[in-house]
């Protein structure tokens, strides 16, 4: 969540964030040691999670689809700076009942907006592993400004049983920085030295050369011979079965390179979604804008469009930022939908 494609004349979003961070207190938003029991748990059902399986803690769910474990890694969790209504300036009272229906830990006291910072990993055959997104980062990354910093996610990856090593490739869903934190460390060295690290090249070339993104992560993967730039949708390579796949699917909106990874297998579908949706309210209404989407219609498009083929194709989503990691799509509320 940074500011490299911020529109112009807009401020960015870490400027922004950062500012409300202040504002609020930091140390009274980021001062959690580990993720706070919530009384409305119980109704997190709502929006139909799936729980194969779960690491005590709650920092690994998993789900099996053919030959694939899809394995849900929690980074971090905290509230957002600022208020819900200023995330999402167009969402009316309908929305946020609506909203509340589906993800009700999403809401914290008075109006503000938990979330959790979730990436996911693919396991395959031979314990090939394909991990989505790097979180937050330790103490002293980008997001230390304003997110939830330093994340868990070398800890969870090792309660996973998955070392640095195992993991062969990495998608960052987009260069916002609670997505590529632990991607490097602070003074560059990779994290995963034997992954190729996906991004679109759309996404990369909307970078000037001194933003952050660029001189903390894309310029220290190029160094180090481990940076993909990618076109479009694309199948990656793997030992599995034809009929279980993985599939870079473009997704652009929130930033102009923004992209999903869509997981076959079994006969069953899966969508890891990244910022296509970043809370329950784009669920009630897909047309709700986030205010730090770069182009927020082409975002409305591709969010309308992704959850209208996982609603056809009957797909769980993977979600960064909803307060479950596995979804399944609920029917649209009465009078909604139609015509």
Known sequence: MNHQHARPGRPGRRQVLRGAAAAAGTASLWSLTGRPARADQAGADRVHPDQAAAVPGGLVAARQLGRFEVLALLDAHGPFPGTRQAAF???GAAHWRRARELDP???GPGETW???FRCYAVRGPGGRVTLVDTGVGPAGSPASGWAPVPGRLPKVLAAAGIAPGDVTTVVLTHLHEDHYGWSVLPDGTPVFPNARYLVQRAEVAALAETRTAMTYVVAPLR???LLR??????RLPGPG???DVLTLLPTPGHTPGHQSLLVEGGGHRLVVTGDVLVHA???ADPAVAYAYELDPELARRSREELLAEARRTRAVLATAHLNQPFVRLPGPPPGQGRG
Do not use: Y
Request: proline share 8%; hydrophobic share 45%.
């Open 241 to 243: 079965p034809a009929c």
């Open 114 to 116: 938990e979330l959790d």
């Open 229 to 234: 730039e990618v076109d479009g949708r694309l």
């Open 89 to 91: 300036p167009t969402a």
């Open 223 to 225: 160094r180090a011979g």
């Open 281 to 283: 309210v784009q669920l």
């Open 105 to 107: 830990a999403a809401f």
